[in-house]
C-alpha cells in the first residue's frame, strides 16, 4: 500500500490541491513528474502509468479529464492498491460534484480536503464507499446543533449499508447487461470474442434484508444434479463480486447471498469466452481509384434471432484523412461524415434480426497524397439490443429476507450492448484509372 | 490564477496586497461567520501555495468550536504549517487532549489521526495518554484510527513507541472483535516490523492466524490487501496448513477489487509451493487463469500492473494461460503501454500450436501507426523465430514481406531481428541475404547498419560482391557511429580471412583509418589488435576472429531465477511492476523471501530448489563463467551493456540470450578474445567488468574456479568449482574450504536434472572432519547418464552440497564446449 502524498494537478502540472499523508518526501518533489511525461513523450513514448524519478521517487497516476490524480511514494508501495484507489477517487469525486474537472476542484476543495482526510489515513485507503461518505461529509454547512455523527457502516461488517432505511414500497431493480468485445480480422475471421456481463441492481428495501440471487448457472445446476429443465444452463469463466456478496459462501455452494447497499451499485461481473456468432456483422469492399477517389461498399447483417431488434445502431466506417466530397447511398437509416473522426457513421434506429442492408460511400481524394498507406483503423459498431442476453443467462430467482418480513417486488430487465466491437478493414481493391483496356 | 466563474464564495480570487494583514483582521472578528469563512480564504491561498503560515496564531484561536468543519480546517491547516511552527503547536495541543475527549467519536478520531499527523517532537508526549485511551475506546472508529496513529508514532520516535507499550497493545488489537481494527492493526503492525531489526514485532501464531482468516471475510476490501499480504509473509507450519490457508484464500479471486485478486494470486503462487497435494495445487493453478484474464478488462492502469505481473506469473508457470492467448490480443484503443505489454505477452505465450495465429496478429500490427509498436511488432516476429524453431522459415518469410514495405523503419528493425535470426540459426538462411542488401542505401540508423555489416562479414565467403558491399559503406568510415566503425573493422577483417587476397586494400585502408585518424579507443585498439594478429600470426588471428559463436537462444524469460522468486514473492507491488528487485526501490520488500520449516523440507524432495534471499550474492557469483543472470535487471528494455558475452579468453563460450546478442559489440570476434562479460549482469554496473580475461588469468591455471558456495551464506562451508575434462574424464574441480569455527563432516553433493544429464560417477569425496581454516583440493568426477532435462540457460546446474550443518544449493553452469 502506502502512498506518502497524493495531488490532483491539472493538465500542465500545476498543483491544483495535494494532501500530504506521511511527510516522508517533500512536497516540493511534485515538480519532478510533469518533465518525467514530457521525456517520454519527447522520446516518442507514451508514458506508462508508474514513473519514477531519478532519486527513487515512485510517481503513480490516472489521467482523468485534464487532471493528474497523482500519488508518489518512496516505498516498495502496492503499486495496484494505489491506482485502484486514484479510480475510486474519481467515482467518489463524481459522486458528489457530478464532473470532476478542475473548475469542480476549485469550488469545492473544502470538502475534497474532507474526503481526501477520510478515504486515506497514513498512506492506507479507508473508507472508499461514496454512499457512506456522504451521511457524515456533506456539502451543506453544519449547523451548530447539528454535529454530524458517524454512521454505523463505517466500521461495521457491512460497511456498505447504513442502518434504519425504510421505503413505502420495497422494490429491487435488476439490469442484466452483457456487452460484446469482437475483433475480426479482414478475411472475416473472428479472432476474439467475448461476453462480458453485468448484473446492476437498484435497491429500495428497508431495513438490513438478507438477498438471494439464483442464475442459471451451470456450475451451480451440475453439482446439485440439477438438468437445466426447459432453459439452457450459462457457464460464466469467471464471476466478480461486489463486496457486500458472501464469498466464502459462493465459494461451498454457488450461492450468491448478500446484504446490499441502498440504491444503485454494480452486483457482479462475469465473463465468457464462448463464441458466439457476431451479431452485428460488416462486410466491406473498398475500391480505390489510383488516387482520385475511394469507394466503400458495406452491407450488414443482424445475426440474431427475428424477434429482436436492435437499436440506435450506429456503424463507424473510418475513411482517410485526406478524403473529400462524400456522397452516400443506402438502403436503411442515414450516413453522415465525421471529418473530426476520419470517418463515415452509418446510423440505423432498429435493426431488426436476421435483416441485411447496404450502404455505398464515395469520397475524392486529391492527386497528391502523403504516402501513408498504413494508418487503417477498424470498423466500428455500437448498438443495443433490449430484452436480449446473448449468452442466456436468466434470472431465475431473487429472494428477499427481513426481519420485518415485508414483501418485496423485484423487476429484471435483459440488454445486450456492443463492448470493444472491431472489424478490420480488408485491403483496398486497387482498380487503375485506365481500366480493362 | 483565474477565479471560478461562478458559484457563490469566490475563495480564489482575492490578489489584494497585503493580504494577510487583512486576514488576520478577520480572522479575530467577532463574528463566527466571518472567521468560518476566512480560515476558508486561509486554505484556500495555502492551497494555492501562498505562504499562510504567519497567521499561524490566529489561525489556531479558531480550533476551538462545535463547528466541524471549521474544525477540520484548522485542522488541516495545522498539518501543514506545524512543522514550520513547531513552537507554536503548543497553542493547540490544550484543544487537541480536551477533543480526544468528546463524546463524538467522529472528533475523538479526528483528533488522534490529525496529532499524528503534525510530524512535530514536542507533541509526542501530550498525545502518549490520549492515544493508549483511544487504542481502548468503545467506538471501533476510533480504536482504527489510534492502530495507524501507532505506526505514525514509531515512524517519527521509535523509542518512545516502544518504552510505552504501545506495540504490545497494537498486537493485542490483531485480537479485537471489528474486522476494520484488525485490518489496520496488520498494517501498522506489517509497517513497524519492516522498520524496525526486531522480528518479533509481528508473529503470527495459529491463534492469530484464525482470526485474520475470519476477518478476512468481514473486512472492508482495502482492509483484505492487507491481510492477504500478512498471509503471503506467513511461514505455514506444514503442507497441511498451507494447504487451509490456500483453500481459504481462493474465494477472495471472485473480489471485484483488483487488487485484492492480485493479491490473492501473490498468496496463491506462493502457497502453490508449499503445498504437496496435486489435486489442490492443479485446482489453484486452474482457478488463477480466469481472474488473470478478467484483469484486462479493468481500467488500463490496472491492466498495466496486471500485465506486467501476468509476464512475470508466466516465467514461473507458463502453463497458466496457455489457452488464453486470444485475450491478450490488442485492441485498437489499447493505450500504447497496454500494447507494448500486451506483446511481451503474446511472445511468451506463443508456442508451435498457436505460432501461425501469432504471425498473423503481428503482421497486422506492423501496419499500424505508432512507431515504437509497429518496431517491436517486427522484432516479436524475430524473436518468434528464435523462440519457435519449426517457426522459423514462416517467420523470415514475413519479415521479408515487410522489407518489402520499404517503410523505413519497418525494414531498419526487420534486418536488427535477422541478424538474431542468423545467430541462431548460422548457415540456414543466407539465401535471404541479395534481398537484405537491396536496402542497403536506406538504412541510416546505427543499429541496422550495424546488423546488416555483421551479416556481410560473417557470410562474406559466399557473398560475391562482399567486398564491393564494404567498400560501400567504407566511403563514409569517419562519419559513422562507433558501433558502425567497430562492425566495419571485424567485417572487412572477417572478409580477409575467409577469402585471403581479396580484401587486402579494404583491410589495409580501413586499419590504418582506424589507428590513425578515430580518437575513440576502443576502435583504435580493436583496429591494432587485429593488425598484429594478421601480422605476427594469421592462423591464430583465424582462430580468434572466425571462432564459433555460442548460439543465441530465446530471451522470453527476462529475469534471472532468484529474481523472478522474489518478484513473486511482490506480486502487485512496484517491484512487480519494474522487475526490479524491491531493495533497489529503495524499500523493503512487501513480502520477504522467507525460509519456513515448510520450504526447507519441500527443497529437500523437491527438484526445483529456492533461493533464499540472502544468498542472491552468492547466486550472482555463481553466475560467472554463465554470464547471462542478468539478476538485477538493471536496465530492462534496453539493450544490456556488459551482461552476456562468453566466458574467460581460456573458457569456451556459454550461450547468450538474444536480449544480449542485440547488442553488436558481443558477438565480436574481440570478445571472444578479451575474455566477455566476465561477470555477466553482476558487473553491468563496473566499467572493468566486462574485462577480466586480461588482467586476473595467469597462464598457469588455464580455467578459473569461480565461487559456489559463499561462506556467509552456508554456515561457513565456501566452495569454489568449474567443471573441466581430465584425461578424458567430465568432472567437477572443486576448491572446498572451512571458513567456520566447527569441523565438517558428512559431505554430500546431488545434481538435480539439467540439459547434459551430468550427474556425479561416485561420492564427494572430502577429508572428514574437514576442520576449521582446513582446504581441500577435490576432484568429482562426473557421468553424462542422468536424466536429461533441458534448463534455461542450458548451461544451467543446479546442486545442492550437503554436510553436518546443512544443505545449500548453488547454480552452477558448463562450460559450452566441454561435453562435445
Redesign the interface.
Known amino acids: 500500500m502506502v502512498a506518502s502524498a497524493l495531488f490532483i494537478l491539472d493538465i500542465k502540472g500545476k498543483v491544483l490541491i495535494s494532501r500530504n499523508y506521511r511527510g516522508d518526501i517533500p512536497m516540493s518533489a511534485v515538480e519532478k513528474f510533469m518533465p518525467l511525461i514530457l521525456e517520454a513523450e519527447e522520446e516518442e513514448q507514451t508514458p506508462t502509468p508508474i514513473m519514477s524519478s531519478e532519486d527513487g521517487i515512485h510517481f503513480l497516476y490516472v489521467k482523468h479529464n485534464n487532471l493528474y490524480l497523482l500519488v508518489m511514494t518512496r516505498k516498495n508501495s502496492n503499486a495496484a492498491t494505489i491506482l485502484l484507489f486514484l479510480h475510486k477517487l474519481i467515482e467518489v469525486f463524481k459522486e458528489y460534484f457530478k464532473e470532476l474537472e478542475e473548475e469542480s476542484i476549485r469550488d469545492n476543495f473544502v470538502i475534497i480536503y474532507e474526503l481526501l482526510d477520510e478515504m486515506m489515513d497514513f498512506g492506507y485507503p479507508q473508507t472508499t464507499e461514496s454512499k457512506i461518505l456522504q451521511e457524515y461529509i456533506t456539502q451543506e454547512s453544519y449547523k451548530l446543533e447539528t454535529q454530524p455523527r458517524l454512521p454505523m457502516a463505517v466500521t461495521n461488517a457491512v460497511s456498505w449499508r447504513a442502518e434504519g432505511i425504510k421505503y413505502r414500497k420495497n422494490e429491487v431493480f435488476l439490469d442484466v447487461v452483457e456487452s460484446v468485445n469482437l475483433l475480426v480480422n479482414a478475411n472475416g475471421n473472428v479472432l476474439r470474442s467475448e461476453i462480458l456481463g453485468a448484473v446492476k441492481m437498484k435497491c429500495y428495501l428497508s431495513g438490513m434484508p438478507d438477498v438471494r440471487l439464483g442464475l442459471n448457472d451451470k456450475v451451480l445446476f451440475e453439482s446439485t444434479g440439477r438438468t437445466s429443465g426447459k432453459g439452457k444452463a450459462v457457464e460464466m469463466e469467471d464471476m466478480k463480486f461486489h463486496q457486500c456478496v458472501r464469498l466464502a459462501r459462493f465459494e461451498t455452494d454457488r450461492t450468491i447471498s448478500f446484504i446490499p447497499p441502498d440504491g444503485e451499485f454494480e452486483l457482479m461481473s462475469y465473463r465468457l469466452n464462448t463464441q458466439v456468432k457476431p451479431l452485428i456483422w460488416c462486410e466491406a469492399v473498398i475500391e480505390s481509384h489510383s488516387n482520385s477517389r475511394v469507394e466503400y461498399m458495406i452491407k450488414a447483417k443482424a445475426q440474431f434471432k427475428r424477434r429482436s431488434t436492435a437499436n440506435n445502431v450506429e456503424i463507424i466506417i473510418p475513411v482517410p484523412e485526406d478524403a473529400d466530397t462524400p456522397k452516400f447511398k443506402c438502403t436503411v437509416g442515414s450516413v453522415t461524415y465525421a471529418p473530426e473522426k476520419n470517418a463515415a457513421v452509418w446510423k440505423i434506429k432498429q435493426f431488426p434480426g436476421g435483416k441485411d442492408y447496404m450502404m455505398r460511400a464515395h469520397f475524392g481524394l486529391p492527386s497528391v497524397r502523403s504516402d501513408d498507406p498504413n494508418k487503417r483503423p477498424p470498423i466500428s459498431v455500437k448498438y443495443e439490443i433490449p430484452y436480449f442476453t446473448v449468452s442466456g443467462i436468466q434470472v431465475r430467482y431473487l429472494k428477499v429476507v427481513d426481519k420485518s418480513g415485508y414483501q418485496a417486488f423485484p423487476w429484471v430487465r435483459y440488454i445486450t450492448q456492443n463492448g470493444d466491437y472491431f472489424l478490420r478493414l480488408p485491403d483496398p481493391v486497387k482498380t487503375s484509372k485506365l481500366g480493362t483496356i | 490564477m483565474a477565479a471560478?466563474?461562478r458559484?457563490p464564495p469566490k475563495?480564489?480570487s482575492t490578489t489584494k496586497k497585503g493580504e494577510n494583514f487583512e486576514l488576520k483582521a478577520d480572522l479575530n472578528s467577532e463574528y463566527r461567520d466571518k472567521r468560518k469563512e476566512t480560515v476558508?480564504k486561509v486554505?484556500?491561498n495555502m492551497?494555492i501555495?501562498k505562504d499562510v503560515s504567519s497567521l499561524f496564531a490566529d489561525v489556531v484561536k479558531n480550533m476551538q468550536t462545535?463547528?466541524?468543519?471549521l474544525k477540520?480546517?484548522v485542522y488541516?491547516y495545522l498539518?501543514?504549517y506545524a512543522?514550520t511552527q513547531p513552537e507554536l503547536v503548543i497553542l493547540a495541543v490544550n484543544t487537541f487532549v480536551k477533543d480526544t475527549d468528546d463524546a463524538?467519536?467522529?472528533i475523538r478520531a479526528l483528533a488522534i489521526?490529525t496529532m499524528?499527523?503534525l510530524?512535530v517532537e514536542k507533541i509526542i508526549d501530550y498525545l502518549m495518554e490520549p492515544l493508549k485511551k483511544a487504542l481502548k475506546d468503545d467506538?471501533?472508529?476510533v480504536r482504527?484510527?489510534a492502530t495507524?496513529c501507532v505506526?505514525?508514532l514509531y515512524?517519527l520516535n521509535p523509542e518512545i513507541a516502544l518504552d510505552n507499550g504501545l506495540i504490545t497493545i497494537v498486537q493485542d488489537m490483531l485480537s479485537d472483535r471489528?474486522?476494520?481494527?484488525i485490518a489496520?492493526a496488520v498494517?501498522a503492525l506489517a509497517?513497524i516490523s519492516e522498520a524496525s531489526v526486531r522480528r518479533d514485532v509481528f508473529v503470527v501464531n495459529t491463534s492469530i492466524l484464525t482470526k485474520l482468516l475470519a476477518a478476512l471475510?468481514?473486512?472492508?476490501?482495502?482492509g483484505q490487501?492487507?491481510i492477504l499480504?500478512s498471509l503471503a509473509n506467513y511461514r505455514p507450519n506444514d503442507t497441511r496448513e498451507a494447504a487451509d490457508i490456500a483453500e481459504?484464500v481462493?474465494?477472495?479471486l471472485?473480489?471485484?477489487?483488483?487488487?485484492v485478486?492480485?493479491?490473492a494470486v501473490r498468496v496463491l503462487m506462493i502457497y502453490i509451493d508449499l503445498i504437496d497435494n496435486d489435486e489442490l495445487s492443479k485446482q489453484i493453478l486452474r482457478k488463477l487463469s480466469?481472474?488473470l484474464?478478467?484483469l484486462l478488462?479493468t481500467?488500463?492502469?490496472?491492466q498495466?500492473?496486471?500485465l506486467r505481473n501476468i509476464n512475470l506469473i508466466l516465467q514461473k508457470r507458463s502453463d497458466v494461460l496457455s489457452q488464453e492467448i486470444?485475450?491478450f490480443?490488442i485492441?485498437?484503443?489499447d493505450?500504447?503501454?497496454v500494447k507494448l505489454e500486451k506483446l511481451e505477452v503474446i511472445i511468451k505465450l506463443c508456442s508451435d500450436k498457436n505460432v501461425d495465429?501469432v504471425l498473423?496478429?503481428l503482421r497486422?500490427y506492423c501496419?499500424?501507426?505508432d512507431?515504437?509498436f509497429v518496431r517491436k511488432s517486427v522484432r516479436a516476429i524475430g524473436r518468434c523465430a528464435v523462440k519457435i524453431d519449426s517457426a522459423a522459415d514462416r517467420c523470415v518469410n514475413g519479415l521479408l514481406d515487410l522489407i518489402k514495405t520499404r517503410?523505413n523503419h519497418v525494414v531498419q528493425e526487420a534486418i536488427i531481428v535477422i541478424k538474431d535470426i542468423f545467430r541462431k540459426y548460422p548457415n540456414r538462411y543466407e539465401g535471404i541475404i541479395p534481398a537484405l542488401c537491396e536496402n542497403l542505401e536506406t538504412l541510416d540508423e546505427p543499429d541496422a547498419k550495424a546488423s546488416l555489416i555483421w551479416i556481410i562479414g560473417d557470410y562474406a565467403d559466399r557473398i560475391d560482391n562482399a567486398t564491393e558491399l564494404l567498400e560501400y559503406f567504407l566511403e563514409n568510415f569517419k562519419d559513422e557511429s562507433s558501433t558502425v566503425q567497430l562492425q566495419l573493422i571485424s567485417a572487412a577483417v572477417k572478409l580477409l580471412l575467409k577469402k585471403p587476397g581479396s580484401a587486402q586494400d579494404i583491410v589495409q585502408k580501413v586499419l590504418t583509418t582506424a589507428t590513425q585518424g578515430c580518437d575513440n579507443p576502443d576502435i583504435r585498439d580493436r583496429a591494432y589488435i587485429y593488425w598484429r594478429l594478421l601480422s605476427s600470426n594469421p592462423q591464430a588471428a583465424k582462430a580468434v576472429i572466425l571462432a564459433e559463436k555460442p548460439p543465441i537462444e530465446s530471451d522470453a524469460n527476462t529475469v534471472s531465477e532468484t529474481l523472478l522468486d522474489e518478484l513473486i514473492h511482490?506480486i502487485?507491488?512496484?517491484?512487480?511492476?519494474?522487475h526490479k528487485t524491491?531493495s533497489l526501490?529503495?524499500?523493503?520488500?512487501?513480502t520477504e523471501i522467507s525460509r519456513g520449516p515448510v520450504r526447507d523440507t519441500l527443497e529437500m524432495e523437491g527438484d526445483e530448489p529456492e533461493v533464499d534471499a540472502r544468498t542472491v550474492a552468492q547466486q550472482v557469483n555463481a553466475a560467472v563463467g554463465g554470464g547471462i543472470e542478468n539478476l538485477l535487471d538493471l536496465d530492462f528494455g534496453g539493450g544490456s551493456n556488459g551482461g552476456g558475452g562468453g566466458g574467460g579468453y581460456s573458457a569456451t563460450p556459454t550461450p547468450v540470450t538474444a536480449r544480449a546478442a542485440s547488442n553488436i559489440d558481443d558477438l565480436l570476434g574481440m570478445d571472444d578474445f578479451g575474455g566477455g562479460g566476465g561477470g555477466g549482469g553482476s558487473n553491468a554496473g563496473s566499467p572493468f567488468g566486462g574485462m577480466p580475461g586480461f588482467g586476473d588469468s595467469t597462464p598457469a591455471t588455464p580455467v578459473e574456479r569461480v565461487e559456489w558456495l559463499a561462506p556467509h551464506a552456508a554456515n561457513g562451508l565456501e566452495i569454489a568449482g568449474t567443471y573441466v575434462k581430465r584425461g578424458g574424464q567430465v568432472g567437477a574441480d572443486l576448491k572446498v574450504a572451512n571458513r567456520g569455527s566447527s569441523p565438517m563432516t558428512d559431505f554430500a553433493i546431488q545434481y538435480n536434472v539439467n540439459t547434459y544429464g551430468l550427474a556425479p560417477a561416485t561420492a564427494l569425496q572430502v577429508p572428514s572432519p574437514l576442520q576449521p581454516g582446513q582446504t581441500a583440493d577435490v576432484f568429482l568426477p562426473l557421468h553424462r547418464h542422468g536424466q536429461p532435462q533441458r534448463m534455461d540457460p542450458a548451461s544451467l546446474v543446479q546442486i545442492a552440497i550437503k554436510n553436518n550443518a546443512g544443505i545449500y544449493y548453488a547454480n552452477t553452469h558448463v562450460p559450452a564446449g566441454l561435453l562435445d
Not at chain 2, 526501490?585 to 512487501?590: D, H, K, R, S, T
Request: net charge negative; aromatic share 8%; hydrophobic share 35%.
Open positions: 471560478a466563474p458559484g475563495f480564489f476558508k486554505i484556500a492551497t501555495g462545535e463547528d466541524l468543519e477540520k480546517l488541516l498539518i501543514n512543522r463524538n467519536p467522529l489521526r499524528g499527523m510530524r467506538d471501533p472508529y482504527k484510527t495507524l505506526a505514525k515512524d471489528n474486522p476494520m481494527v489496520n498494517a509497517e471475510n468481514e473486512c472492508t476490501e482495502w490487501i492487507c499480504n481459504r481462493l474465494p477472495r471472485q473480489h471485484a477489487n483488483a487488487s485478486v492480485l493479491t480466469p481472474p484474464v478478467s478488462s481500467e488500463a492502469e490496472i498495466y500492473v496486471a486470444r485475450v490480443f485492441k485498437y484503443n493505450p500504447p503501454y495465429q498473423s496478429e497486422e501496419n499500424e501507426v512507431v515504437d517503410v511482490n502487485g507491488s512496484l517491484a512487480s511492476v519494474y524491491p526501490l529503495g524499500g523493503a520488500a512487501i
